[in-house]
């Protein structure tokens, strides 16, 4: 008998991890079933069309959701109902992030949101997390997950704040400065001679900072407010400078240096897919999308005259800082800033 024959088994498996297709694919089941029964009169066509089907699961990246993958398998394509079913998890980003706890003088009593015990004292009782509001006990803070949602209401500016603060705050996958500068710069800017290395008026990136703190993702950066287009490079670039923590953080800064030391290729590129892995997941994703962006500015060369070594050299300071404030440390390490970001534009569709 064909392999393909069905006694429900792989139906079941699929539906139990996602009751809301069991209806669609009982249905398209019952279909495959009778394809697969060789009683039926089908051509060789279907089934080498079924086979085809199988063989794109086996080629399927492993970050494709079950339910489908199976579902191919099965000769069933998913309905835009069942698939948004399947992925509404996706579309809530849970970065893991630390609360931010500072001393606090309670006014009135107040009880422990961890141990639910009184806080006791008439000042500095207990601490608040700034980002969230939670109130523990100073001990408590020490055992409290990491598991802190910000509110909208305390995150008082964009710039200037804590890239996996300000997206867990308003549930993105990036921040929304990052994506709203590469979106216009995508559509108006890749061929301007000197894209990121041309400065725009520093008082015009001072007001699309301030838009952006002001108006969060309603700012307004279209071509008829800043038609020069370094006005927007240079924004994005001041995000990433003003950020507390680089987006190459400080805890893997010296990770990264040691790796860009290596002298084998090979070895190099291999310690720097390892380091990556390192990064917190918004700080990656972010990264990631910033240099497949700069991939697409480097397919432009010819009309920009940016290639990777040269955004390098304009990246490098800005994605990555020394945890020490050293001026000496800074210039010494310049050529190997520049040669991690260049190494991750040429071979960001391997190491991403």
């Known amino acids: 008998m064909p392999r393909g024959s069905a006694d429900g088994t792989q ?6 991890h996602s009751p809301q297709t069991l209806l669609a694919l009982e249905s398209s089941h019952r279909q495959t079933r009778e394809i697969r029964d060789p009683s039926t009169m089908f ?3 279907l089934w080498l069309e079924n086979e085809r089907k199988c063989a794109m699961v086996r080629k399927s990246k492993p970050g494709r959701k079950r339910q489908e993958l199976l579902a ?3 000769g069933v394509k998913i309905s835009s109902l ?3 079913a399947a992925l509404t998890h996706d579309n809530h980003f849970n970065y893991e992030k630390t609360h931010n706890f500072k001393v606090h003088t309670f006014r009135g009593p107040h009880w422990c949101e961890y141990c639910a015990n009184f806080m ?3 000042i500095a009782q207990g601490v608040r997390c700034s980002d969230c509001g939670l109130n523990v006990h100073k001990q408590c803070s020490k055992h409290v997950p990491n598991d802190c949602q910000p509110d909208l209401k305390r995150i008082k500016k964009v710039y200037c704040c804590d890239l996996t603060t300000l997206v867990k705050a308003h549930n993105t996958q990036r921040p929304m400065v990052v994506d709203i500068c590469i979106r216009e710069i995508e559509a108006r800017g ?3 001679e000197g894209i990121y ?3 725009g008026f520093t008082e015009h990136i001072e007001d699309v900072k301030m838009a952006f703190d002001r108006d969060g993702e309603k700012a307004d950066i279209s071509a008829n407010i800043y038609p020069d287009i370094n006005i927007i490079t240079g924004a994005l670039k001041l995000y990433f400078r003003d950020l507390p923590i680089p987006v190459i953080t400080y805890d893997t800064y010296s990770k990264f240096i040691e790796a860009a030391k290596i002298s084998n290729a090979d070895e190099r590129l291999e310690a720097v897919h390892e380091v990556l892995m390192l990064l917190p997941p918004a700080h990656y994703e972010t990264l ?3 240099m497949i962006h700069l991939k697409k500015v480097t397919m432009n060369e010819k009309d920009n005259l940016m290639n990777a070594e040269n955004l390098g050299i304009v990246f490098g300071p800005t994605l990555m800082r020394p945890p020490e404030d050293s001026t000496l440390t800074t210039l010494h390490d310049m050529r190997y800033q520049k040669l991690i970001v260049q190494i991750l534009i040429e071979n960001e569709d391997v190491l991403f």
Do not use: D, P
Not at 11 to 16: E, V
């Open 43 to 45: 051509s060789q066509e």
């Open 82 to 84: 069942v698939r948004r």
């Open 197 to 199: 290395r041309v400065s």
């Open 11 to 16: 139906l079941s498996q699929i539906c139990c």
């Open 190 to 192: 890749l061929k301007s």
């Open 72 to 74: 191919i398998a099965l």
């Open 288 to 290: 990631r999308y910033l």
């Open 120 to 122: 006791w004292g008439l």
